[in-house]
């Protein structure tokens, strides 16, 4: 083979790969990618300085940043973690926008001067004890986040966010696979409200799976899951041989929403 033919079929080959790649970026670009931001905090200050930072600085910033609506929630009071934990949710268009995002924000100068005081705190005086951020990528069964149809009152409202962890990555793609093929179906037939379903890109308990909902109240949620557990799609489903063991620990974490969320 001459010189001129391996050329040409090594320029055959990098275009093949660029079209691959090409197609499935194309495809990623289509799902949403979302940060859940955890302000882990020990005290009323700093849940005070945290909450007036997220409502005046951060949501007004990223929304000129091109971010549409922000999620904000907190333990519910009967829960340990109540008074230790917010839990900000934001969606975004693609991976590109939530890289770009934080030098946009950087720039933003009403960002500045409105969270200078978070911004600014000593060292000896911190808004939070530590941020927990943990980066999900959309199911392709639902590739964008959906707002609630709720309309009773916010501080009444209970959303649901769960953490599917599996034993091994082939055990977890099953249950993926699972919620894209006939369970996200099933959520939605059933008005649970689903906010997102995302695969966890980078978080401490990959290989896993997060995705939230939303009721009324308490009563709602029981009789929603009830109606779950009893739908004939979810008796077949969970029978078959190929979902079997996909999930190894699951873990509820149940909020309110505060009265700034936009979500």
């Known amino acids: 083979m001459n010189y001129t033919n391996k050329n040409f079929l090594r320029f055959c080959l990098l275009l093949i790969i660029f ?5 499935v970026y194309s ?8 940060e859940i931001k955890i302000y882990h905090i020990d005290n009323k200050q700093q849940e005070d300085q945290v909450d007036s930072f997220l409502k005046n600085a951060y949501i007004p910033a990223i929304h000129q940043a091109g971010v549409k609506k922000v999620g904000v929630f907190k333990p519910l009071e009967e829960d340990s973690l109540f008074g230790k934990r917010i839990y ?4 975004y268009e693609s991976m590109e926008q939530f890289i770009k995002t934080p030098k946009v924000l950087e720039k933003d100068k009403n960002y500045i001067i409105v969270g200078k005081d978070y911004m600014d705190t000593s060292h000896d005086n911190p808004p939070y004890e530590r941020i927990e951020t ?3 990528q959309a199911f392709e069964g639902m590739p964008h986040f959906r ?3 709720l309309t009773n009152a916010t501080e009444e409202r209970i959303y649901e966010l ?13 249950k993926v696979d699972m919620f894209n093929k006939g369970e996200i179906n099933i959520f939605t037939d059933l008005k649970f409200n689903p906010v997102f379903f995302g695969e966890v890109l980078v978080g401490h308990n990959m290989p896993n799976l997060m995705y939230m909902t939303a009721f009324k109240d308490k009563a ?11 739908h004939p799609d979810w008796e077949k489903m969970k029978s078959m041989k190929k979902y079997q063991n996909n999930v190894s620990r699951n873990t509820s974490y149940f909020l309110h929403p505060t009265p700034y969320s936009e979500i």
């Not at 495809?27 to 979302?34: E, G, L, P, S």
């Not at 900000?88 to 969606?91: D, E, F, G, H, R």
């Open 27 to 34: 495809q990623d670009k289509n799902r949403d990618i979302y």
């Open 134 to 136: 943990i980066l999900l």
């Open 162 to 174: 769960r953490s599917y962890e599996s034993s091994t990555e082939k055990l977890f793609k099953s």
């Open 220 to 230: 709602s949620r029981e009789a929603h899951w009830k109606a779950f557990t009893e």
């Open 19 to 23: 079209i691959s790649f090409s197609n």
């Open 147 to 149: 707002e609630t149809n």
């Open 88 to 91: 900000v949710l934001t969606p």
